[in-house]
């Protein structure tokens, strides 16, 4: 028994560490890659915003609010998945 | 009402909302019967102001884990709207959307920065520090690398980021209420750091928690109704988030006509004349402006100790992570709206074809108007005729970039009630950021430094006296210092996060992320960390040439990969830490189980 919760244990936070790593690349292409390259995203138009201009002021933003949402939503499957949820 | 405050918040914040509500018509009317402006301003303060002490008092507690932590009954959803007020400080509040109309691309950096931030905070830091059970941010790391000397370095990282960010937060309400109730500044900010003590003295994070709710509720009011109103008012539509784009694209051809980027010939103290586009990134050395301002703020977001201690108060782990989602909801609400007051105020100062408009007008006119007069007096804008001609030029009119948020109204016709509503909001950001701040380092004093450290053997009684002894003696500390004036708001501020980043970040981080980190490689990276960015900056501060154009704003790129290095190559050079501790790390990412630290720890 101690065996097998232990081997759940494991794959619990190997699953939490990829989950988190898929979420910080995301989150390090949009509050960097994206920024960075903003001159070149200017040429091209969003809504009427020039496009670099939009993710500086409010489509990184969004994005951030739902990488959020989502990475807790998958998390919570995977807690409840390996059983070692409160 | 039935059961326990806690059961019936929606009630209770419901009411509040209503009664908030009823008092800004109320306000309103009372301007339609003739009140003057003063008179609404003062209203809204007092009226604000006891609310939230009112909340305090009632707070009050005598219970260990209610001072430290609220008792770890807060639920998501509130601790959110907790976090964002604690969060949102006087200086995202007044001076965002005036950084965003003075500095164009390099200062969106901070727009991006302090929302991504929680990113950070959410995969890294929140969840674990919940599990982990403790009551301050030292606790944490005093307990994961156990021994005093650990928890020392801790305790003296936080004492120094937020004691310069809570200056700069006292400075505000000083500045608000010295305007808003017409006595000098050097009273104010005694006023305004007696208004913070109440909310926290009698209840502590308890206290806090409830008036930091009430507090967001108060300052995204007052931000998101003027902007609306205004934009309602000059036909920038109903909700100009979305649509604001041809505004974006108008202001780069009026930035052509208009000759924005023309150096004033004259200059004046603590005011500006606009020289740099909205929106014209360069590449290169821009983008590096960017990315380092971006990257210091956000690994600061996730070392600031008045931050991370909100996640201490959620009933669980899983109600931890919730509550960062939620902040950062909360949070999203006013930084995307920054950037829109920026623009839209901007293309109504600056379009010919706007009735607003001021550049391109004679100077006798722009002279005569009501605003421009209100806060000439006041010495935050001038108008001057450097070429003589008669018109204002771009480069003529100067102002200070708080104005932005401030002036809105009063640029819009908007009635003086807005601007009542808008003081009140700003005071309630710069004191519920204060609030938490003061209760960060008050608890990281009396509980790491003083219960921890210097008498383990003392009671409850003795410990929660002491907590409230350093409080309030800190405040009057912060008050003394921000009445000096030191530096600007905005780069108090950006200090805090640099301290915090280069000091906290990696041994916070590689506590829970790398079980081999031990405590040599954890104080060798929290010294070695702090030390090389606050050298840093004393240098540049002293007319040392920048590195790779970091400035003060930024030192924290100094820091953590000096930090993060140390913090390897010692904890590499040393024994790993023990079986005992190794365990303890692996407990601390479950989120089920029992916390590491119990409650009388």
Known sequence: ?86 | MQGKFTDNLGKVYGIYTLGFLGFFALMAIFEQLGAGARLIGIMFLLFTIAIYALIGWLSRTTQVEEYYVAGREVPALYNGMATAADWMSGASFVALAGGIYFGGYPYLGFVVGWTGGYVLVNSLMAPYLRKFGCYTVPDFIGTRYGGNTARFCAVVILVVASFTYVTAQINATGTIASRALGIPFEVGVWFGIAGILVCSMLGGMRGVTWTQVAQYIVLIIAYLVPVIWMSNVQGFGLIPHFGYGDAVQRIAELETTLGVGTAPTEKFAGLNALTTLHNSPQGGYDSWRFFTLALCMMAGTASLPHILMRYFTTPSVRSARKSVAWSLLFIFLLYFTAPVLATLTKLQLLDPQLATSVIGKSIADVNNLAWIKNWVAVDMLKVVDSNGDGILQINEFFMRSDIVVLATPEIAGLPYVISGLVAAGGMAAAMSTADGLLLAIANALSHDLYYKIIDPKADTKKRLMAARILLVFIGVAGALVASLKLTGILGAVAWAFCFACSGLFFPLVLGVWWKRANRQGAIAGMVLGFLSGALYLIYIQNGGTQIAGLDGLRFGIIGMPVSLIAMVVVSLMTPEPSKEIQDMVDQTRLPGGKTILDSAH
């Open chain 1, 1 to 86: 028994m101690s065996d097998e919760n232990a081997q759940s244990e494991q794959r619990h936070w190997e699953k939490t560490r990829t989950l988190t790593i898929i979420v910080l690349v995301v989150w390090f292409i949009f509050a960097f890659i994206v920024p960075w390259n903003a001159k070149a995203l200017n040429e091209l138009s969003f809504m009427g915003f020039p496009l670099g201009y939009y993710f500086c002021v409010q489509g990184s933003l969004v994005i951030f609010v739902a990488l959020i949402w989502i990475q807790n939503w998958r998390q919570d499957q995977i807690d409840n998945e390996l059983g070692v949820k409160e």
